[in-house]
């Protein structure tokens, strides 16, 4: 199986959700199908079905958060020599070398993606372009718009 990178913030995340899923939300539509058989006739009964559609909604992610972990191969990039290049995990400083406008981005796994956050894929074309440059390289990203061109400022590894 192929590992999947994933920040330590994104695994706990996934961790925590896991553990509300199993602990507070399985239980209670446990309950709900338990309280919705006592009303009888099942083929009519919309709370059981409904908290059953629930229940198949609740283990599916149960499952798949548990694939995704067992794949995770997660990257603490605070423990990683500073040596100012971009890898998986930093965040990096860009600056457009047209407009001179600033933007921070975090590079992190697809599922952890949320470009409102400041957190870029690192399967994404902007990030591809990153990885393994350094600051000060000058980078150019080709984006639906066309192509840009960024110099790296900062890099930080937190």
Do not use: C, W
């Not at 639906?144 to 900062?154: A, C, K, L, R, S």
């Amino acid at each position: 199986m192929n590992k999947v990178p994933m920040t330590v913030q994104g695994e706990q995340r996934l961790r925590e959700e896991l553990n509300q899923l199993k602990s507070e939300e399985r239980p209670r539509v446990i309950n709900a199908i338990a309280e919705a058989r006592e009303h009888g006739d099942l083929k009519e009964n919309a709370e059981y079905h409904a908290a059953r559609e629930q229940q198949g909604f609740i283990e599916g992610r149960i499952k798949e958060i548990e694939a995704k972990l067992s794949a995770a191969q997660v990257i603490d990039v605070t423990k990683m020599p500073r040596t100012g290049k971009v890898i998986f995990g930093v965040t990096v400083e860009l600056i457009n070398l047209d407009s001179d406008e600033e933007v921070r981005y975090q590079i992190v796994g697809e599922d952890e993606a949320d470009i409102k956050s400041g957190k870029i894929s690192v399967t994404s074309p902007i990030a591809r372009a990153l990885i393994g440059k350094e600051e000060s390289d000058v980078v150019l990203v080709r984006t639906p718009g066309g192509e840009v061109e960024y110099e790296i400022g900062d890099v930080q590894y937190i």
